[in-house]
């Protein structure tokens, strides 16, 4: 919960504050010894680009916010997703440094990778606000979702869209 000097862009019409979480290397994980790792290249990147493509579809904006910048950390994949990204027509890369807090005040609704506090952050600004989960491993009744609704599916990503601009 930290604040910057980093101003919010100005932003088109319809557009939704993405925010994911990106994965390191595989040297780190492996250091970590974990069991089992949600926040892979695999899930980060069909988070992504899942957002973008459904986003085109119905002509929103999607303004992604990294948590911070990490450089050559992340890993080779997502970071060549990022690169794919940058040329899509719908896509606006948001300074890390930036507060979620000031974007997600500009931005018509909120997408989060599960569980990050953006999601939270959304609600409390009174603004549409979902976990989307691109691989369909969590249980919508996860307590960690502290009641914020978990998609899974494009389809399902594309319906809730379409209800959040009725509101």
Same mark, same amino acid.
């Given at each position: ?74 890993? +080779?994949?997502?970071?060549? &997703? *990022? ?8 896509? !606006?890369?948001? /300074? #890390? ?16 990778? +599960?569980?990050?506090?953006? &999601? *939270? ?8 606000? !979902?976990?989307? /989960? #691109? ?33």
């Amino acid at each position: 919960f930290s604040d910057s000097a980093v101003e919010a862009p100005r932003l088109p019409p319809r557009t939704i504050a993405v925010f994911d979480v990106q994965p390191t290397r595989d040297s780190f994980y492996q250091s970590l010894a974990l069991d089992f790792d949600y926040y892979t290249p695999d899930i980060a990147n069909q988070f992504l680009l899942d957002i973008r493509d459904v986003l085109k579809n119905i002509d929103c904006h999607m303004a992604h916010k990294r948590k911070r910048e990490i450089g050559n950390r992340a890993h +080779p994949r997502y970071r060549l &997703a *990022l690169k794919s990204l940058g040329s899509s027509t719908n896509y !606006i890369a948001i /300074d #890390p440094d930036l507060s979620s807090v000031p974007l997600i005040q500009k931005c018509d609704a909120v997408i989060s990778m +599960p569980f990050t506090s953006t &999601a *939270l952050f959304g609600r409390e600004a009174n603004k549409p606000s !979902i976990y989307y /989960d #691109p691989s369909g491993l969590l249980q919508n009744d996860d307590p960690a979702a502290h009641g914020i609704t978990i998609i899974q599916e494009q389809k399902h990503l594309m319906e809730w869209l379409r209800m959040a601009f009725k509101a």
